[in-house]
């Protein structure tokens, strides 16, 4: 079964999501994200993915303080992402707990960094944030757009033995419309042995049920959870299945 990554994003220190990575479309869920966290290490989830949106905008690590709480009180494993721009940021993210550390401007804006960090570091501990709009790649907190496209994104750390790929379609994300099924797919087909992880627009079960026969690995949820559409009881069934 598809590996599901529930997330939490932060603004201010509590639990958020924004629409289409806007800033100004803003829905607060939960006013301590340690308490949603808590919430998903009882239905038996063990992956925790953890967006640092002023980080995103600060370019450095701004809710680091939440990542420490959630670490030291719940046993999931946390993907953190957000302002990681440079190598002290991506130690201080560790530092304070995460398993994973999600990378994603820095990867196009200084490609020779981000190998380093790969081989510094071990593939498995690095995470390629690909987030792309109308086929390009967003950075900066979404605000920019670059030139490359996901797949020569990709292709460029394949020497350095890249392992894991988030890949958001900016489009989908928080419409709760569906995911970008083919480019998913068209991912996992071309880059097989990698892990990669849908995110953007999951409505329903029934979408995660899809991008699981479509032989995509991973794929994190969010809004679908926190509108009920998928609820912490399918979480626990599906957890307890897979056991």
């Not at 890249?162 to 995911?179: E, N, R, W």
């Not at 991912?187 to 995509?216: C, N, R, Y």
């Not at 926190?226 to 599906?238: C, D, N, Q």
């Amino acid at each position: 079964m598809i590996n599901i990554i529930p997330a939490i994003d932060m603004i201010g220190g509590e639990c958020v999501r924004l629409t289409q990575g806007d800033y100004s479309r803003k829905t607060t869920y939960y006013k301590d994200p340690l308490e949603v966290a808590k919430r998903y290490e009882d239905c038996g989830i063990n992956r925790l993915h953890l967006v640092d949106l002023d980080g995103a905008k600060a370019a450095k690590p701004v809710n680091l303080a939440v990542l420490e709480r959630i670490s030291a009180n719940t046993s999931l494993k946390v993907q953190y992402g957000g302002g990681i721009k440079t190598r002290e940021a991506l130690q201080s993210v560790f530092d304070s707990g995460a398993s994973r550390a999600i990378c994603g401007s820095v990867a196009v804006t200084k490609p020779d960094n981000f190998k380093m960090w790969l081989t510094e570091f071990g593939p498995d501990r690095i995470i390629l944030g690909a987030d792309t709009r109308d086929g390009r790649i967003a950075i900066n907190g979404w605000l920019e757009s670059a030139t490359v496209g996901v797949e020569e994104l990709i292709g460029q750390f394949l020497p350095e033995k890249l392992a894991h790929v988030i890949c958001t379609d900016i489009s989908k994300d928080g419409m709760l419309t569906g995911p970008s099924f083919s480019l998913y797919a068209k991912l996992q087909d071309m880059f097989p042995d990698m892990d990669i992880i849908a995110s953007g627009g999951i409505s329903s079960w029934e979408d995660i049920l899809e991008l699981d026969k479509l032989g995509v690995k991973s794929v994190i949820v969010g809004k679908a959870i926190y509108e009920g559409r998928i609820t912490f009881e399918m979480l626990k069934e599906s957890c307890l299945r897979n056991e």
